[in-house]
């Protein structure tokens, strides 16, 4: 499961050091596969610092090794003093006779992130992947987090292909999942094509309804579109990670019931868009013809 966090971002560009500090440039980076049993260590320390002391579902420093050695991929950032900013771990396999990675975390300490950290780790995945053979990655995201939705979708270009309700269950010890469902989108990236997503065209140029209301009270709710609307919007919050535990599975069931109902009804994700002044961000899905439907997804490692 690709367990993205959002945080504070550091200053522009500016690398953080072992001690705490910062020094040098994002170009000051360097992404590498990890070597080390020290660094495998450090992939787990990492682990530990994104999803809590008490997370149940860290990777340990051997099984990561095996996987590398086995064709998988995991790869570290390093600031010029060696420290590592984060890292990126995805297994190979084989899906319908095709090679594909599935890329189960990415994480980036808090103090390095905003400098595209972990976007170049993805990059440097990608071409590792497509290496040795994969036609494409996958991976999962919380659909609530807008960071990421803007990282996988807009910047990386990868596709939202099926919404898995409480796919990794509600009982992970993370503080970020704090108890409740883990309901994930499945991000898939062809490696051979770039099959991501298009430039979304201007907002004014297709108005379409929010099926997401948010009261004065800020209790959403799923809110229907009429049962012809070609496009509709499902508004996620700016900063979920930051919101109360109700206010959280509030968000949690109105957006599972928008994706499930626009989804089963030949809906597909085609933009995400980042908050303006007056409007939450929020994803954008088009009915598709029923020639253009794809077939669910079916992840082969549950």
Not at 220 to 249: G, K, M, N, S, Y
């Amino acid at each position: 499961m690709t367990r993205n966090t959002a945080a504070p971002a550091a200053p522009a560009h500016a690398i953080p050091t072992a001690d705490g500090g910062v020094d040098g440039t994002v170009d000051d980076v360097v992404v590498r596969r990890v070597e080390t049993l020290a660094e495998y260590q450090a992939c787990v320390a990492v682990e530990r610092e994104t999803w809590g002391a008490d997370f149940r579902e860290y990777v340990p420093a051997t099984i990561l090794m095996v996987a590398q050695k086995l064709g998988g991929v995991v790869a570290g950032a390093f600031a010029p003093d060696g420290a590592m900013l984060g890292f990126v771990f995805g297994m190979a396999g084989v899906m319908d006779g095709r090679v594909v990675h599935w890329s189960d975390m990415l994480a980036v300490r808090s103090a390095a992130r905003g400098a595209r950290v972990g976007e170049r780790l993805k990059h440097f995945q990608r071409e590792l992947a497509r290496a040795a053979g994969a036609e494409a990655m996958y991976w999962t995201f919380d659909p609530l987090v807008a960071r990421n939705a803007h990282l996988n979708l807009a910047r990386l270009g990868a596709r939202a292909i099926e919404y898995v309700p409480n796919m990794y269950g509600d009982d992970t010890g993370s503080v970020l999942h704090a108890g409740l469902p883990t309901d994930r989108l499945v991000a898939r990236w062809d490696l051979a094509h770039g099959d991501g997503l298009a430039a979304a065209p201007p907002l004014h140029a297709r108005p379409a309804p929010v099926v997401i209301a948010v009261p004065p009270d800020g209790t959403p709710a799923f809110a229907p579109a009429p049962a012809d609307a070609p496009l509709v919007r499902i508004a996620v919050p700016p900063d979920f990670l930051d919101l109360a535990p109700e206010r959280r599975a509030a968000w949690r069931t109105a957006a599972r019931e928008a994706f499930v109902f626009y989804l089963q009804r030949g809906y597909a994700v085609s933009a995400f868009r980042r908050a303006t002044d007056d409007m939450l961000p929020f994803y954008e899905l088009e009915r598709l013809a029923p020639a253009a439907i794809l077939p669910p997804f079916h992840d082969p490692f549950r």
